[in-house]
């Protein structure tokens, strides 16, 4: 990834999706902002505990940091599932200056309509944007270890190669900044559930020092989930930065014993 700075606003951009001037897309960062205590900086989600007023204001920040409408944002009701919608027309804006009028019960977003920028909020969760170079098709997903194992990054491009005729070799993803395997200590639990739902384990679970605890590859697991759908390697590109490593630069709920805000990431196809 590579910063980009707009006034004290520090926004994270994939190399591999730069290279497209008909899209827009973002990491932000802690950097800049109005919120204060555990919220220091550019909180953007609204449900967290933060003052509303400060949120908006963040929100306005990052708006006018990529240059886009703060009513051109669509923003899910993230509830670590994995239901995808697509964002048409009619959902531009929708959660954009408030929580109620979210998407709800939506951990993935697919959008063919320009000028909608569909974006999800994490503080650990894996942030992951897919663009569809040849139709124009963004997506945008919000995948914890729940969403993770409920394989949401692959039923979201299932849903673009069923409904958008996609083609797996067009896709182009970027795999944002999370807790990395570094830092993600995992119990049985997820384990048992990985194991349920007949996922391989390799290079995606890594035993800990602490009996029965293991270290969950989140960045692999998803990657993995689009390479088995026949997305070339060399068009994923992992941010590969842990959060809670990074805590003075993103959010990072492991970090805060989870209370802390949220930064976003998002994706817009401008008009071809
Ligand atoms: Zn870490």
New binding site residues.
């Given amino acids: 990834m590579q910063t980009s700075n707009v006034s004290d606003t520090e926004l994270y951009l994939f190399e591999n999706l730069i290279a497209f001037d008909n899209i827009t897309h973002f990491v932000s960062s802690r950097k800049g902002g109005y919120s204060k205590g555990v919220f220091q900086g550019l909180n953007i989600g609204f449900n967290v505990g933060d003052d509303d007023w400060n949120v908006l204001r963040n929100r306005k920040i990052l708006s006018d940091a990529v240059n886009i409408p703060i009513d051109s944002f669509t923003f899910a009701n993230q509830c670590h599932g994995s239901n995808i919608n697509f964002a048409g027309s009619s959902l531009r804006g929708c959660g954009s200056s408030d929580e109620k009028s979210s998407l709800e019960d939506t951990d993935g977003m697919i959008t063919s309509t320009p000028g909608i920028c569909i974006t999800v909020q994490v503080a650990d969760c894996v942030p992951v944007l897919l663009y569809d170079s040849e139709n124009h098709i963004a997506a945008v997903i919000h995948a914890g270890w729940k969403g993770t194992i409920g394989q949401i990054t692959g039923k979201t491009l299932e849903k673009m190669i069923h409904f958008c005729s996609s083609k797996p070799v067009n896709i182009y993803a970027g795999i944002g900044p999370s807790?990395?395997?570094?830092?993600?200590e995992v119990g049985q639990n997820v384990y048992k559930e990985l194991k349920y739902k007949g996922i391989s384990k390799k290079d995606i679970i890594i035993p800990s020092k602490q009996k029965d605890k293991y270290y969950f590859n989140l960045w692999q697991a998803n990657k993995k989930q689009l390479t088995d759908l026949g997305v070339k390697p060399e068009n994923i590109e992992e941010a590969a930065i842990?959060?809670?490593?990074?805590n003075e630069s993103f959010y990072s709920s492991r970090a805060s014993d989870g209370k802390t805000g949220r930064f976003a990431s998002g994706i817009m196809l401008k008009k071809k």
């Fill in positions: 807790i990395g395997p570094c830092c993600y842990c959060t809670k490593c990074n």
